[in-house]
């Protein structure tokens, strides 16, 4: 009886270790592929990588740098956009990016006061670390209610704290870029995509043609439709075909 | 005969009676939105439901000579509706070039003043004649089609035309159009939205409306529907140009019912023309155009030839002026002027080995309805590879369809500073040069230090949003929202009005027991709740004067003092004191009660 236990615990330990195993290899692959000039066959493994772990900057990165040397721009310059946005400080990724951006014809975004922030602070660290200082101030409050001497010091000290601790949760909110670029797309058609004034294929409607690799913001959805706004402010319809979410959908 | 009369005697009542019932207008037209010095046109201004009206012999306007030249009287009988209208012809004789704007003319009809709406009339110099917006103003070799033209009448009740710009045109080139729809203003109707034109060999960019407008065409007075366009030619060669129908709903005029006839031949006469009218629906069409396209002359085109034709003019302007290590600077170029602004490609720029630039961004800013005018902005994006004192130059070329030259728009370099940054140029330039000197590749795969930098997160969610962060954060709170409760209850507790809250249950109690506790324990109880509720339980001595101060009566201040009296005997007395009656702790209790807590 008490081997028979012991097998569903066997066969958990057997399965984790493979899974982590196949993960690895997976990675293992990737690389090996890459170096070895089989760039598509990279590819595949890399994205099975993907698939199968959490997301990682670097992992996107040398994605980006598979399809690169596919001669994929579009795809590469998505997969850099995806490693900076996990994590907008890794400078190589960004350089990438703009290296990509130039060979699809795409002006690089000018970047705003929230990216160059992102670029220099984490946000998820500053999210803790706010939330920490925060409670730390509120949970000071009580002594400085208990006792009356030096309280006044210490009710300082604490609304201090609080306001520390909430107003970095605030920036860390307002400069995390998977928040402000979450309904970020791309345009992956070849040929590009046409911005219309109104949701209609009349060549009359036509404001512009975006080239692949431009990105907008999507505003709204109607049918196939997308109401998008351009980094120049600009808005206007185009089909959802060959649009990509920056974010990848779960 | 009688049926006839009873049917009729209203009718004619109507006749005479019903001109007044049509509401009073006036209206004015030009027979022609343009013209040059030396050529006239005509002002006829119509006042409808009117037989009589005093209109201005002329008008002083600087530059203009507006004369009347006459009138003439219309009635209209439509279906037994009676309008009558009154036309006032001037002449105007234009005497220097400019834009006029011809105030409304002022009628008087009985004791009413109307007013007609204003006009304005561009007048050319004579020697170059430039019709607005690209387009002819019916000069003289492009008259409308007139009336004696037409087939089949003398006078049409409605015509098409096609007004272009020119005959000789390029490939590509856009060339302005106008489609015009006339209507004898005797026959009223319906139009159609807009004509519909289908051809090959050339596009043809969305129908724009003209507000409707009157023009004298042979004598004749014309409401005219027009739509202005722009064609472009796709092919070289000969290129018609098809009829462009415009499908009407139109009263036009009709033959009278059976019977009719006889009756008026009774009178000597026949019926009055227009008195009877039919809706028909009706397809007006414009008469074939035929074009001479010519290709893009080949000598002397330019190698970064923009394929804009047409006339440009060129503006650049650069923002900022002083750029820090690796930011951009944006140089703005605005090509302005008349041609295919659709499809004419970017400036070059010149002299930007030293720049990083990337294809601009383009916005048309059209200034007609057909986007043949307008200015067209193109915004580079430059970063500089080394520290800059000037931006590059521009350069656009285009053809000139009236000389059949290729021009070059030149911008020489602006002034600004930008400094050099840390560019992915550089790290290009690096990888080229390996390339070059045959050196292996980098591995795409970064080193530790690299791959080290970048943690990141590891999801696609900000921690806000994740279950472990809120989880933890909600804990946080009811724990905190607890103890700040325990602290408020505590510390009500220790204020005064909680002590005396806590003080009035315990005297309350107190005094509930003391109505069943055993006789002998009655005296030290009820003392021991005089003292509580006289706060004074650690000095028992102090008690008889503060019963005195008591705001009670004398009796109750008289049972209190004998309580006192009974504890003090109690206390000292060897044999033990009495007991006191029922009717004494009775007393004693009502006392204690009214004791103000």
Redesign the interface.
Known sequence: MRNLSSIPLIAILCIFSSVLFIRGDYLEQARDRLAHGEHESAVTFFEKHIQSTRPSSYAYYQLGQALQKSEKEAEAALAYRRSLLLDPRFAPAAEALREANARLGVSPSVSGWQARWAEKVPSDPTMLLGAVVFWFGAFLLFPALAFSKRSTILVFLACMLLVVGLASCILATCTDPRILEARQAMVMSLSGKTLYKVPSEDAFEKITTLNQGSTVRILSTRGRWLYVELTGGQRGWLLQEDITSVIPSA | MYRLCIFFVPAFAFFFFGISLFAQDATAGLSSPATVVGRPVQIVVTVRDARSAEVPQSVNLPGLRIELLGRSTRFEMNNFQVTSSLTYTYSIFPQQAGEFDIPAFEVRVGDKTLKTNPLRLSVGDASTVQPPQGLPSTPSSQTPPSASQAPGSNVRPYFGELVLSKKKAYVGEVIPAEFRYYFNSSIGGEVGDRPNLVGEGFTV??LANVPKREQIVNGENYIVFAFQTAITPAKSGPLEIPPAKLEARLQLPGSAPAGFDDFFQQFGGIAPPGMFTNMQEVSIETAPTSLEISPLPKPGRPDDFSGAIGKFKMEASVSPKKAGPGD?VTMRVVISGQGNFEAMGAPVLVGDDEW?S??????FQSSDSINYSGEKAYEF?LVARSDQQQTPGVKFSYLDPDTGNYEILTQSPLPVQARAGQ??AQ??EAVSDQKKTGAPAP????NSA??G????????????VHPA?LI??AS?GVI?IL??LV?LIR?QAASPSGLRRKKIQRLKAALTSLESCPEKEFTSRAVACLLTALDTESNPLAAGSLVARLALDDQTRAHLSNLLSLNEELKYSFGGAKVPDRDTRAKILSALKKIPA
């Open positions: 960019q969305k951009p990083r990337y294809p601009p961004s383009e916005k994006l560019s992915p790290t290009t591995s795409p795969v970064l690299q791959a930098k970048s943690g990141g997160a590891s999801s696609w969610t900000s921690i806000l962060f933890a954060n946080l905190w103890v700040l602290l510390r």
